[in-house]
T-cell receptor, first 114, second 111 residues
Framework: DTEVTQTPKHLVMGMTNKKSLKCEQH?????MYWYKQKAKKPPELMFV???????INESVPSRFSPECPNSSLLNLHLHALQPEDSALYLC?????????????FGAGTRLSVL | QKEVEQNSGPLSVPEGAIASLNCTYS??????FFWYRQYSGKSPELIMS????GDKEDGRFTAQLNKASQYVSLLIRDSQPSDSATYLC???????????FGQGTTLQVKP
């Protein structure tokens, strides 16, 4: 089983709202990732967690706040977003952060910021 | 800057033909290479991973890697309309767990 589960599937929020995206995997993977993908572009890495610690932050604005409560769960907290933040947000996981490890993607959350 | 290059397409092939998708990368010490398929509005799905020079076959899919030429390709035999999607080439960055994605090639298989 290579399932990464993301909720919600769709989210519409105003620029003053606070919302959270959730990602869960039960494969025993120790690395988890958040990506942002705009239409007709490849996924763009935002954050990497390795063994529940933030390993990489790709200079993401502070209105995006990641959290890794345990090894199976990854959250992305959203606050004061801009319309240009509308995109598909993808979570992925891999065995660990080594470069040979395959990343498995969840179905994504389609976010619209009004 | 480490780069992965793909022809954006669209690449159009008739049903039953072989589709050939190509990718070049700039980081000479890269060791891991991946092909993901992404249907419109969906998330990327792993098709193949390859780590050593040569060919790796899985069903109708064959990945080919040539590290000397910094080139990786994906062949799809007996192409089906259901293969119509964007194919993303991804290369593992040599010093981190990051994946460097190409821009993707759109494949259209016409019945």
């Amino acid at each position: 089983d290579t399932e990464v589960t993301q909720t919600p599937k769709h989210l519409v929020m105003g620029m003053t709202n606070k919302k959270s995206l959730k990602c869960e995997q039960h494969m025993g993977h120790r690395a988890m990732y958040w990506y942002k993908q705009k239409a007709k572009k490849p996924p763009e890495l935002m954050f990497v967690y390795s063994y529940e610690k933030l390993s990489i932050n790709e200079s993401v604005p502070s209105r995006f706040s990641p959290e890794c409560p345990n090894s199976s769960l990854l959250n992305l907290h959203l606050h004061a977003l801009q319309p240009e933040d509308s995109a598909l947000y993808l979570c992925a996981s891999s065995q660990d952060e080594g470069y040979s490890n395959i990343q498995y993607f969840g179905a994504g959350t389609r976010l619209s910021v009004l | 800057q480490k780069e992965v290059e793909q022809n954006s397409g669209p690449l159009s092939v008739p049903e039953g033909a072989i589709a050939s998708l190509n990718c070049t990368y700039s980081d000479r010490v890269s060791q891991s290479f991946f092909w993901y398929r992404q249907y419109s509005g969906k998330s990327p799905e792993l098709i193949m991973s390859i780590y050593s020079n040569g060919d790796k076959e899985d069903g109708r899919f064959t990945a080919q890697l040539n590290k000397a030429s910094q080139y990786v390709s994906l062949l799809i035999r007996d192409s089906q309309p259901s293969d119509s999607a964007t194919y993303l080439c991804a290369v593992g960055a040599s010093n981190t767990g990051k994946l460097i994605f190409g821009q993707g090639t759109t494949l259209q298989v016409k019945p």
